[in-house]
């Protein structure tokens, strides 16, 4: 079965400290990988995905993801983060049933900044 | 730049009453979804809508939900008689393309409480 795994469910980081968010996703064919961000009440904004080719993506916001099909991982990064990086962030695998297309998620990581 | 917009952003109701729940999705969009968050849970995939019908639908989308596009610009989700359960953040999304690489868009969340 499709899933996926967010395996920290919050972190707190310094601003100006890098951040690495992990993603490990479970899907039998090739993935169509993505990262959300949720601010607090705000929907959800795609930072970056990831359909083929070079595995490391860039995104907006200075955010970037790199695609490990060997550790089936996914992990965003950034090299210094800001304070209004402060956000809930969505891990997701696009999966296909028929002429379907949807979306199944990680629980979520939320990330706290300390000034 | 277009965007989803959803009303309304909370809506407080009883157990078993009606709530119509209205999204206006990005005007040259084809495919419709509903996802919902409940409070510290995954997103989930509820429903996908294209072509003035449903595309597919989870388990959790019962006899209870209901979508319609009555028109040229609105997609709206129908809950008949809600239950505590149904208390969460309801996701519209729109896409414009059937491929798994088109990103999905999505509103800010009407948020339904039901006491």
């Known amino acids: 079965a499709q899933s996926v795994t967010q395996p920290d469910i919050h972190i707190t980081v310094s601003e100006g400290a890098s951040l690495e968010l992990r993603c490990n996703y479970s899907?039998?064919?090739?993935?169509?990988l993505f990262w959300y961000v949720q601010s607090p009440g705000q929907g959800l904004q795609l930072l970056l995905k990831y359909f083929s080719g070079d595995t490391l993506v860039q995104g907006i916001k200075g955010f970037e993801a790199e695609f490990k099909r060997s550790q089936s991982s996914f992990n965003l990064r950034k090299p210094s983060v800001h304070w209004s990086d402060a956000a809930e962030y969505f891990c997701a695998v696009g999966v296909s049933a028929g002429n379907n297309r949807k979306l199944i998620w990680g629980l979520g990581t939320s990330l706290a900044v300390n000034p | 730049e277009p965007e989803v917009t959803q009303t309304p952003s909370h809506q407080v109701t009883q157990m078993g009453q009606e709530v119509i729940l209205r999204c206006v999705p990005i005007s040259n969009h084809l495919y419709f979804y509903w996802y919902r968050q409940i409070l510290g849970q995954k997103v989930e995939f509820l429903v996908s809508?294209?072509?003035?019908?449903?595309?597919?639908k989870s388990e959790i989308f019962d006899d209870q939900f209901s979508v319609e596009r009555p028109d040229g610009s609105n997609f709206t989700l129908k809950i008949r008689s809600t239950k505590l359960e149904d208390s969460a953040m309801y996701f519209c999304a729109s896409r414009d393309s059937p491929l798994n690489t088109g990103e999905l868009f999505f509103g800010e969340g009407s948020r339904l409480t039901v006491l």
């Open positions: 899907y039998g064919a090739t993935p169509y």
């Open positions: 809508f294209y072509n003035n019908e449903i595309s597919e």
